[in-house]
Structure formats: C-alpha cells, structure tokens
C-alpha cells in the first residue's frame, strides 16, 4: 500500500513575508506536492504538522513557530488537501513521536512510503530513518518535494547520503508521479 507523507508544509515554514522559521525556497514545493496528493484518490495522504506549545522546549533552538491554533501553525492554503487526506500532530522533530503515526501505516511489511516536505536533513531524515527501523517495505524521500536549510553548509547532503547508506531509496518527483499513478484501489 502507498502512502504519502507531507511534512510541515505549514505557513510559519513556507511563508516568505510572515513565516516565523521560514524555509528558504519551501514554497517552491507546493505544485510539486499538489501533483503527487492529487495523483491517485487511492493512495492515503498523511499531513504531520508541527503543533507546539508557546513555552515549547524546541524553541530554545529554533525561532518560536508552529504554535497550535495559530495562522503559523496552519497548512499553507496553496495546498490542496486531497479528500483522503488526514492531519496528524506533532510536538517534536519525530513524526511518529505521539502522533499514531505507526498505527496508520499498518501492516508495516506492506506499506510503502513517500516523505516530502521541509526540512529535509531534519523532520525528513528522522521520518525516512525511523520508517525503515519500524519495518516499513520501501521508504522513498522525494528529493524535489523536499526543502533542505543548511544552516551549516552542506547540512543537506550529509541528510541525503545519511538517508542513502540507511537504505531510504530517493526517487524524483515525476518518478514518484508514475509510481503513485499506478496505484490500484484494493478490492473492497
Ligand atoms: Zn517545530
């Protein structure tokens, strides 16, 4: 079963003018990840968006964003939400840290996953990384549906080869496109 994974494309992250943390070029994904949500209806769509608290303990090393309820914290409305996509919180960098993120992607040796989102050496690493630990049958990171920050340079081509040598297969966007495509809805 495909499934895609669309981290953090929120507006405190995506957002040029108003964004709290924003992620150089991160709006530049938001046709790329239309494309791919809008692929297939068969195929699940999990968002997992930052939802913090004010005094968040996270925001001793990044700038406060993401608080829950706020405009930052929302989907970036250039997203369109396919009908079956779902919105799954978290409060740290670890998607499936309290998120019951595990449980959705059930049965885990049958499931394949596309992550894309922001930031590619931090929510997307720890997501592709864990996904595989957790069991997951193939972990793809869509590389042109991801944002990196290298806040120390090269920061995102350590994530990549990191992601590599961990056994997370990275595919372009049109490649995943082919794939999702060809989706079939399980026999009801
Ligand atoms: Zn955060």
Redesign the pocket.
């Known amino acids: 079963m495909k499934t895609i994974l669309v981290i953090?494309m929120l507006n405190d992250f995506t957002n040029q003018e108003k964004g709290t943390l924003y992620i150089p070029d991160s709006e530049k994904l938001i046709p790329v990840i239309n494309r791919l949500i809008t692929a297939n209806p068969a195929v699940p769509v999990i968002f997992a968006n930052?939802a913090?608290t004010e005094n968040?303990i996270?925001f001793k090393d990044?700038p406060p964003?993401?608080v829950a309820g706020t405009w930052g914290s929302l989907l970036n409305p250039a997203i369109t939400p396919p009908p079956q996509g779902r919105f799954l919180h978290k409060k740290t960098?670890d998607c499936f840290f309290n998120t019951g993120l595990l449980e959705y992607l059930q049965p885990l040796s049958t499931c394949d996953l596309y992550i894309t989102g922001v930031v590619t050496e931090i929510c997307v690493r720890i997501a592709a990384l864990k996904s595989l630990k957790a069991g997951l049958k193939d972990v793809k990171v869509v590389l042109d549906a991801c944002q990196g920050l290298n806040l120390k340079v090269g920061d995102t081509s350590r994530a990549i080869l990191e992601m590599l040598h961990g056994g997370v297969k990275l595919i372009s966007a049109d490649e995943a496109y082919t794939e999702l495509t060809g989706e079939r809805q399980r026999p009801s």
């Open positions: 953090d930052d913090h968040d996270e990044y964003h993401a960098l």
